[in-house]
């Protein structure tokens, strides 16, 4: 089956899609994105991803494409298009394109470009890696200080990601003086003596939608939080840890920079918090 896509105001098969070689997005990653996951033929915490696209644009001083209620429309046709149960919608916005190449932004009027297309993974629920927990490794945090603006600027995430595989490990976290400030694609918590840490909010993190979702079933089942700076020391002594985001949900992690982590499996509250988020999101599925 030809994928459908999305662009500038078309549904077309994948291969009949196309994008000026002037768009800001190829040129300066001068572009946003959300990825939305699909349960059930039906989008988890759209609402979330919707508010965090407009707040990435209106930091970038960025046109809006169309609005929350077209946006959702896309989506809904996507997945009803392209058949997908258990999948992944991804959405990117570029400043467009004024036909030529400039660091100055084109004019207020060039409209912005928007994509979307989506991913199909069937299983993305029981996945068998989320069985056997994430091995971690640990890099020195280089990226630029906006990470608040889900930009496409993902070169040294994908880096990071490369690194970790490299050494047969599944993903990295990365360190800023000395203290982790979040996964290549994901946020990052350790579990110890019950209590659950993770950094606090700020520009040096993305604020994952899963994130708040899963602070929120924690408080609602009594668990402690503790949102404060910790270092990867921390990390590998704790009982616990695990990563957060829209489509790997919650990730339990076993191994960090080689130290396993209680008994190498995952720990009781990831898999709790897991079960409790995919109940919750499906029901509140759109
Ligand atoms: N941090 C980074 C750097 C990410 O790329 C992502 C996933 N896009 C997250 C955190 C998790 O965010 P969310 O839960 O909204 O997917």
Redesign the pocket.
Known sequence: MTRTVYVNGEYLPENEASISIFDRGFLMADAVYE?TSVLGGKLIDFEGHAVRLKRSLDELDMAEPCTKEALLEIHRKLVELNEIDEGLVYLQVTRGSDGDRDFAFPSEDTPPSIVLFTQNKPGLADSPAAKKGAKIISIEDIRWGR?DI?TVQLLY?SMGKMMAKKVGCDDAWMVEDGYVT??????AYFVKDGVIVTRPLSTE??H????KAVLRIAEEAQLKIEERLFTIEEAQSADEAFT????AFVMPVVEIDGVTLGEGVPGPIAKRLREIYLDESQKAAI
């Open positions: 990825v990470r889900k995430p979040e996964g290549t694609s994901n946020n993190i993305l994952g939608i899963t994130r957060t985001s829209a489509s």
